[in-house]
C-alpha cells in the first residue's frame, strides 16, 4: 500500500514540522541498544529518504552529536520543546536524512522491510517469515532497499 505524497510529519508537540516529497528510500525496524534505549522501546523505526525530499517546514530542530553501535558517527536532530528524534544523518550516508517513521502524521501504510541488529532484540520479539532479518548493521543495504521497492508496488 503506498500512501499518499508528500509524507508529512513532527514531533509530538507540533514544534517542529517536516515534509517529504517521494517515498522513502527503504523503511526498517533497528532492534539495537542505541534505539531501544532511545525510543523508549523494543526497537526504532528508521526511514531513510534523499535529503533532497526532505524539507522541515516549520521549527528549528536541535543537534545531538553521537556513535552508533558500530561505532559510526551521527547526528540526531529533534525537538527542543518536547524531547522527540525527528530525523538523523550520518557523514558516512551523504544525501540521505534517516526519518523516525513513528513521527509521519499517517503510519497505517507502514510495514517494515527488514529488521536489523536483531542479536540484541527483546527474547520475545518474533519476525514475520520472508522479511529479511540481520544480526547487525549490513554492510549493503541494497537488498532492504530492494525488499522495499518490492513491498512498495505489491
Known amino acids: 500500500m503506498s500512501p ?9 508537540c507540533g514544534a517542529v514540522r517536516y515534509r517529504i516529497a517521494a ?3 527503504m523503511f526498517y525496524a533497528c532492534h539495537c541498544t542505541n534505539c531501544q ?7 526504532g ?22 556513535v552508533s553501535p558500530s561505532g559510526k558517527p551521527g547526528v540526531i536532530w529533534f525537538c ?3 524531547g522527540c528524534r525527528i530525523f538523523s ?8 536524512v534517516n526519518v523516525r517513521g513513528g513521527s509521519l502524521d499517517d503510519t ?5 522491510a527488514a529488521h536489523i ?8 520479539m518474533r519476525f514475520d517469515d520472508g522479511v529479511l532479518t540481520f544480526e547487525m548493521e549490513p554492510a549493503d543495504f541494497g537488498p532492504i532497499a530492494d525488499a522495499w521497492k518490492r513491498q512498495m508496488r505489491a
Do not use: Y
Not at 37 to 43: L, N
Not at 108 to 112: E, G, I, N, Y
Not at 117 to 124: E, L
Open 45 to 66: 523505526l528508521s526511514m531513510p529518504t534523499s535529503r533532497n525530499d526532505f524539507e522541515i517546514t516549520q521549527g528549528e530542530p536541535k543537534a545531538w552529536h553521537v
Open 80 to 82: 527542543d520543546a518536547c
Open 108 to 112: 497505517s501504510w507502514l510495514k517494515p
Open 117 to 124: 541488529w536483531t542479536r540484541s532484540a527483546q527474547p520475545w
Open 37 to 43: 534505549t532511545f525510543s523508549g522501546s523494543a526497537f
Open 4 to 12: 499518499r505524497l508528500p509524507l508529512l510529519g513532527g514531533c509530538q
Open 23 to 25: 517515498l522513502p528510500l
Open 89 to 96: 544523518e550520518r557523514p558516512s550516508r551523504p544525501g540521505v
